[in-house]
């Protein structure tokens, strides 16, 4: 099968390399029900090759096997021959039945399901946290290269997790004293679901006056200086 994202194209050979037909099904519950069936129609199917059993072709997998059918995994085939030979869906479908007819392709498609694909899964959730995490970082740091001098002097030398806490500590700071000036932006919200206005909302008309001028200045795009 050549698997894509919205379709699959599939090919059926004899045992003897006769192809038997192509055909293309949704990537769907019911596309892989009808899939099957029609190749079923033609005889006995034992084995199916299927490019991307890690990728689109993961659930196509998964209910092979699950009917009974062995999965291999096919890799894609030698790109200078397909450019020969030109791109073809139903050219590639039939490649991969070849070369599990051939024995070619021998690695067997993982089931993706028990402890290994709940391990893989706890895997990609850490890995995402820590690339947030490093992002936050670096964007701190960076906001800080354009702090008053007083702040990067008493910021500097801190390691990661106290510059976060002793930064999230002037943050709440700030937040009180606006809450002190401000008493509006501590009220809870509005009953009709509305979020309370802040004491920025509340000053949008001179927000807007300074963005006309600014705008009026050779300010650029609309909506830059809102920004």
């Not at 519950?29 to 991307?52: C, K, P």
């Not at 072709?57 to 890799?75: E, I």
């Not at 790109?79 to 073809?88: C, L, M, Q």
């Amino acid at each position: 099968m050549d698997t894509h994202r919205d379709a699959h194209v599939a090919a059926v050979l004899s045992l003897v390399g006769e192809v038997i037909g192509t055909k293309e099904f949704p990537a769907s519950a019911a596309g892989y029900r009808n899939l099957l069936g029609w190749a079923r129609a033609s005889g006995t199917v034992r084995r199916a090759g299927v490019e991307g059993t890690g990728s689109f072709g993961a659930a196509l997998s998964r209910y092979l096997l699950a009917q009974g059918v062995d999965v291999f995994d096919v890799n894609r085939f030698d790109r200078a021959d397909r450019r020969r030979r030109g791109k073809s869906d139903p050219l590639d479908a039939e490649n991969a039945a070849r070369a599990v007819l051939s024995g070619r392709a021998r690695a067997q498609a993982k089931t993706d399901d028990g402890p290994v694909e709940i391990a893989r899964m706890y895997k990609l959730a850490k890995d995402s946290a820590v690339k947030a995490r490093t992002q936050a970082i670096n964007q701190l740091k960076a906001v800080l290269i354009r702090a008053d001098p007083q702040l990067r002097e008493q910021l500097a030398g801190l390691g990661n997790a106290e510059l976060i806490r002793t930064c999230a500590g002037l943050v709440d700071d700030s937040l009180k004293a606006a809450q002190r000036r401000c008493p509006g932006t501590g009220r809870p919200p509005d009953p009709a679901g509305g979020a309370p206005r802040s004491a920025a909302a509340r000053g949008g008309g001179h927000r807007s006056g300074h963005s006309r001028h600014f705008a009026d200045h050779g300010g650029g795009q609309p909506g830059t200086p809102g920004q």
